[in-house]
Nanobody, 117 residues
Framework: QVQLVESGGGLVQAGGSLRLSCVAS????????MGWYRQAPGKQRELVAL???????TYGASVKGRFTISRDNAKYTWHLQMNSLKPDDTAVYFC???????????WGQGTQVTVST
């Protein structure tokens, strides 16, 4: 089992920045892909960013150029730097990790990000 704990959410004005962090614990040796998804009220969960063990990153179209994902493999920690935030970025952000051998995915409990106008 893998446990994920997010931190760093909060309230920010439009145009501001926030940095989210996620720490993995438990059976973490098989984790390959790490990332973030988000879910706004009344909407489906959507991809924000993913990063592989080789640091290859993928971003959702709506955040490309504004958000940056990074990881510290030694600490099984990854971060999401969010710049130029917009009210549409308001959502619960979920930390995600996937095992390479089983493709099983794990989720954090979510952290609220609210962007005010």
């Amino acid at each position: 089992q893998v446990q994920l704990v997010e931190s760093g959410g909060g309230l920010v004005q439009a145009g501001g920045s926030l940095r989210l962090s996620c720490v993995a614990s438990g059976s973490i040796g098989g984790i390959s892909t790490m990332g973030w998804y988000r879910q706004a009220p009344g909407k489906q969960r959507e991809l924000v960013a993913l990063i592989t063990v080789g640091s290859s990153a993928t971003y959702g179209a709506s955040v490309k150029g504004r958000f940056t994902i990074s990881r510290d493999n030694a600490k099984y920690t990854w971060h999401l730097q969010m710049n130029s935030l917009k009210p549409d970025d308001t959502a619960v952000y979920f930390c995600y990790a996937q095992e390479i051998q089983t493709s099983r995915g794990y989720w954090g409990q979510g952290t609220q990000v609210t962007v005010s106008t």
